[in-house]
């Protein structure tokens, strides 16, 4: 998983929100052309992800060796669970989302989901935010039946100083279809970004942030063991109907590298759960 930062965010002196940096850097050197699975049993405090070789498949939700790169450099590994797996994001993905964007919208209202016929420009639109170094998005595939039900993505990577290391990333643009909601598959979702982000990656910081009206959403992240942080007032784009062009007070959550085993065990115990 890279970021290439060809427009890239001002250099900043520290590792925090909005520190960037240009030119190529790796924001992972780990399962190259390989899928990440880390270890779901219950209780596990075990060793992180591990590198799984994968046969070539065809179709729009292979699992596959031909994953996604960011430039052609370096390679966007799949992050594979029992209940979804992560694929890069790719226009193969559009016709299943546009089915799952139309699925039940009444959850959507402080989210950017794309309507049916926007899907294909969404698409695109993320994959440029992608190859200007800004974004690493993935496709939600529902195990059960192979078929996207959402996105999600790495976002607004942040370096230490003087190295070419990312010490921050936020998760977000996140969406499901309302079928897929409350399923497992965010819990697990978000299980595989943070242990890819902590063990594969080795970040001190993970951010996540939602419009501060999204009471849905801040009790999700809240549930997921995240800090709440506070409010950032007029932070970020509203999504919500009639506010575009405005600006939203954004909650602002994260989760620190020593608070990662407690939230992992957390995560594991809540699919063990959902499981049973």
């Given at each position: 998983?890279?970021?290439?930062?060809?427009?890239?965010?001002?250099?900043?002196?520290?590792?925090?929100p909005?520190?960037?940096?240009?030119?190529?850097?790796?924001?992972?050197?780990?399962?190259?052309?390989?899928?990440?699975?880390?270890?779901?049993?219950?209780?596990?405090?075990?060793?992180?992800?591990?590198?799984?070789r994968?046969p070539?498949?065809?179709?729009?939700?292979?699992r596959?060796?031909?994953v996604?790169?960011?430039d052609?450099?370096?390679?966007?590994?799949v992050?594979e669970?029992?209940?979804?797996l992560l694929?890069?994001?790719?226009?193969?993905?559009?016709?299943?989302?546009?089915?799952?964007?139309?699925?039940?919208?009444?959850?959507?209202?402080?989210?950017?989901?794309?309507?049916?016929?926007?899907?294909?420009?969404?698409?695109?639109?993320?994959?440029?935010?992608?190859?200007?170094?800004?974004?690493a998005?993935?496709?939600?595939?529902?195990?059960?039946?192979?078929?996207?039900?959402?996105?999600?993505?790495?976002?607004?990577?942040?370096?230490?100083?003087?190295?070419?290391?990312l010490?921050?990333?936020?998760i977000?643009?996140?969406?499901?279809?309302a079928?897929?909601?409350?399923?497992?598959?965010?819990?697990?979702?978000?299980?595989?970004?943070?242990?890819?982000?902590?063990?594969?990656?080795?970040?001190?910081?993970?951010?996540?942030?939602?419009?501060?009206?999204?009471?849905?959403?801040?009790?999700a992240?809240?549930?997921l063991?995240a800090?709440?942080?506070?409010?950032?007032?007029?932070?970020?784009?509203s999504?919500?109907?009639?506010?575009?062009?405005?600006l939203?007070?954004?909650?602002?959550?994260?989760?620190?590298?020593?608070?990662?085993?407690?939230?992992?065990s957390?995560?594991?115990?809540?699919?063990?759960?959902?499981r049973?």
């Open positions: 998983m890279v970021w290439t930062g060809q427009t890239g965010t001002p250099d900043v002196p520290e590792c925090g909005g520190a960037g940096r240009s030119g190529s850097a790796l924001l992972t050197t780990v399962a190259r052309q390989g899928i990440i699975r880390p270890n779901l049993s219950r209780g596990s405090e075990g060793p992180g992800p591990t590198t799984v994968q070539a498949q065809q179709g729009a939700n292979a596959n060796d031909e996604a790169t960011v052609g450099a370096f390679d966007v590994p992050l669970g029992s209940r979804v694929v890069p994001l790719a226009h193969q993905h559009a016709a299943d989302l546009a089915i799952a964007a139309e699925e039940d919208r009444r959850t959507f209202a402080f989210t950017k989901v794309p309507r049916a016929g926007e899907v294909t420009e969404y698409v695109q639109q993320q994959l440029d935010r992608r190859d200007q170094g800004r974004l998005p993935f496709a939600q595939i529902r195990r059960s039946d192979m078929r996207a039900v959402g996105c999600t993505a790495y976002w607004d990577p942040r370096y230490w100083p003087d190295r070419d290391e010490c921050a990333v936020e977000g643009w996140t969406w499901l279809s079928s897929a909601q409350r399923t497992g598959i965010n819990v697990e979702s978000k299980l595989l970004l943070f242990t890819h982000a902590f063990e594969g990656i080795g970040v001190a910081r993970v951010d996540l942030k939602t419009d501060t009206r999204n009471e849905r959403s801040k009790e992240i809240s549930l063991g800090t709440f942080e506070g409010t950032l007032r007029q932070w970020s784009p999504h919500a109907p009639g506010e575009q062009g405005r939203r007070d954004s909650a602002m959550f994260s989760v620190i590298a020593s608070e990662w085993p407690v939230v992992q957390t995560l594991m115990n809540r699919l063990a759960r959902i049973g």
